[in-house]
């Protein structure tokens, strides 16, 4: 049974930085590419960052170019993505999504396994 767990969201004041980490298990960790989500109440789910099995092919969104970073570690099976500079509107639920195939767009729907979730809050 493949499990997806997302962690170190929290409170954070504006221009911080937050780590999120996002965990898989029952499956082989290196051979998925993984992505990050984030979604807002009233907004469709967007994706913000994506790696490919290479641990070189990535991809950021406009809204988080040279502010976020995502890097994986096969040894500990986890997704990280460093945050900084936050402002009010990175205030999100962020997701962590796997899939067999290499993304090509970021989009949701290229993604099989999804976690829960982790929320962040960036206060002003």
């Known amino acids: 049974q493949v499990q997806v767990v997302e962690s170190g969201g929290g409170e954070v004041q504006a221009g911080g930085s937050l780590n999120l980490s996002c965990t898989a298990s029952?499956?082989?960790?290196?051979?998925?590419?993984m992505g990050w989500f984030r979604q807002t109440p009233g907004k469709e789910r967007e994706g913000i960052s994506c790696?490919?099995?290479?641990?070189?092919?990535?991809y950021y969104s406009d809204s988080v170019k040279g502010r976020f970073t995502i890097s994986r570690d096969h040894a500990k099976n986890t997704l990280y993505l460093q945050m900084s500079s936050l402002t009010a509107e990175d205030t999100a639920t962020y997701f962590c999504?796997?899939?067999?195939?290499?993304?090509?767009?970021?989009?949701?729907?290229?993604?099989?396994?999804w976690g829960q979730g982790t929320h962040v809050t960036v206060s002003s």
């Open positions: 029952g499956l082989t960790f290196d051979e998925y590419a």
């Open positions: 790696i490919n099995r290479d641990r070189i092919t990535t």
């Open positions: 999504a796997l899939d067999l195939l290499n993304f090509a767009d970021c989009s949701d729907d290229e993604f099989r396994y």
